[in-house]
């Protein structure tokens, strides 16, 4: 199997770190560096927790660049509920791998100018905003990207801040926009996918059966997304959705639409509008959950 070498831009957060626990784990992916953006939780607390997941894998080659700190405009939104006040449910990890010099927007430019134009994949698990900035400050090296995945929006499913608007797009709308605007090859994998992948108690039980310690942690980690959600049966693994899609396209339908960002000020900021003069962004619909599920677990056994 040949490596995908990707770059992963994140806030973690819960469903983060099991994404970045399956991009460690799984043999299809080299990963070549990990920036990090306020979004569940502060910027701080987001760089510790990425960093501290490179220590658990003893990857502490990974480069680690800590990026925006708030949004491009606007006040951010406090989602600590869902991820606890450290941002991972109180899950124990090691001593984090420290966020090297140099911000993230810079890290990535000089990544993507010195590696073959289109030979990269960003990962993004988070808000927009350091996408946006790199957009905008060095336009040569984001034309350089192959391709985006990211989690973000909705398109027929209920929001999760909004009544039709998904936390990552709405936590800086204005990002989501410029990243739309930018021509990239994009692809979105809203809450019409990600609420179709979900984790259940016997989740947790498998993972914290099986040999390897990132396994294991990644069953501590569902568990702790329970915490906040003790009579909920099952919990929507958002962000693992974007490393999952890579490895099995054909589990999560795929559309292109053309896209508008909503810019407003109310509960519809951030919100996505099917527009015939929007920006034509692939995506992901749906997803064959179960499967998406198995390959998660199978991946972190
Ligand atoms: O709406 C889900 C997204 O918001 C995920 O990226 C999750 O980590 C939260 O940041
Ligand atoms: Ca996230």
């Given at each position: 199997?040949t490596?995908?070498?990707?770059l992963?831009?994140?806030?973690p ?35 510790a ?8 894998a003893?990857?502490?080659d ?13 006040a ?9 006040a ?12 420290p ?11 000089e ?24 957009i ?6 984001a ?16 929001g ?15 990002a ?28 947790v ?7 390897s ?41 795929a ?12 509960p519809d ?5 099917v ?7 692939r ?19």
């Amino acid at each position: 199997m040949t490596r995908l070498p990707v770059l992963v831009d994140t806030d973690p957060g819960l469903d983060d770190a099991l994404a970045i626990l399956l991009v460690l784990a799984h043999p299809g992916f080299a990963l070549r560096g990990v920036t990090t953006l306020a979004g569940n939780i502060g910027l701080e607390r987001t760089t510790a927790n990425a960093g501290a997941l490179l220590a658990l894998a003893g990857r502490h080659d990974v480069p680690l660049h800590a990026g925006a700190g708030a949004p491009l405009m606007r006040a951010g939104v406090d989602e600590a509920a869902i991820h606890g006040a450290d941002g991972l449910g109180g899950v124990a990890l090691p001593v984090p791998v420290p966020a090297r010099t140099g911000s993230a927007v810079h890290f990535l430019a000089e990544m993507l100018r010195a590696e073959p134009a289109g030979s990269l994949t960003l990962l993004c698990l988070g808000p927009l905003t350091n996408l946006a900035h790199l957009i905008r400050t060095a336009p040569d090296a984001a034309r350089r990207i192959g391709r985006v995945v990211a989690m973000g929006g909705t398109i027929r499913e209920p929001g999760n801040v909004g009544p039709m608007s998904e936390f990552n797009l709405a936590f800086d709308p204005e990002a989501a926009d410029a990243v739309l605007r930018a021509a990239l090859d994009l692809t979105l994998v809203p809450l019409d996918a990600t609420r179709r992948v979900r984790a259940s108690r016997d989740t947790v039980a498998s993972l914290l059966a099986v040999a390897s310690p990132l396994g294991q942690k990644a069953g501590e980690i569902i568990r702790a997304y329970f915490l906040d959600a003790a009579t909920r049966e099952s919990r929507p693994l958002h962000d693992p959705c974007v490393p999952l899609l890579l490895l099995r396209p054909d589990l999560f339908p795929a559309q292109t639409l053309r896209l508008r960002v909503d810019l407003s000020e109310g509960p519809d900021a951030g919100r996505l509008h099917v527009d015939p003069a929007g920006h034509p962004v692939r995506v992901a619909l749906g997803a064959d959950g179960e499967a998406a599920l198995t390959l998660l677990v199978e991946s972190l056994r």
